[in-house]
């Protein structure tokens, strides 16, 4: 049960931290893809790097694939979020082609992490 609460939390702060970039770099936004969209992307992959090394420093056990079951239910939570709180307008297909689409990176690096702590690269 806890170890589905730190999947929970981690996955929410996941998405709380490029939300909070969102909000503060707004002014930076010109109409066009630029650094304000690119400084969002690069607060989503700190953040999973960050959290997916917290979650993956101990884990020399488990099954295979737990970084992969991970990184798609972080994946799934932060679509849901940020979803529900800015798009909500949107249908779901075109919100994640023009805005979620980013947020698939989530599992590519859970599930190297995964790999790195299971083979003990570190």
């Known amino acids: 049960m806890r170890k589905f609460f730190t999947i929970l939390l981690f996955g929410a702060l996941i998405w709380a931290i490029p939300f909070a970039t969102f909000l503060l770099a707004e002014p930076l936004k010109q109409g066009k893809v630029g650094p304000y969209e690119y400084l969002i992307f690069l607060s989503l992959i ?14 020399f056990k488990g099954f295979a694939g737990e970084g992969l079951l991970v990184g798609i239910l972080w994946l799934a939570i932060c679509l849901v979020l940020d979803w529900l709180v800015k798009y909500t307008q949107l249908e779901f297909v075109p919100y994640f082609l023009n805005h979620g689409f980013w947020y698939t990176a989530i599992p590519l690096v859970t599930a190297g992490f995964d790999l790195i702590a299971k083979r003990k690269v570190w």
């Open 46 to 59: 700190i953040a999973v790097v960050f959290f997916g090394i917290i979650y993956f420093k101990n884990m």
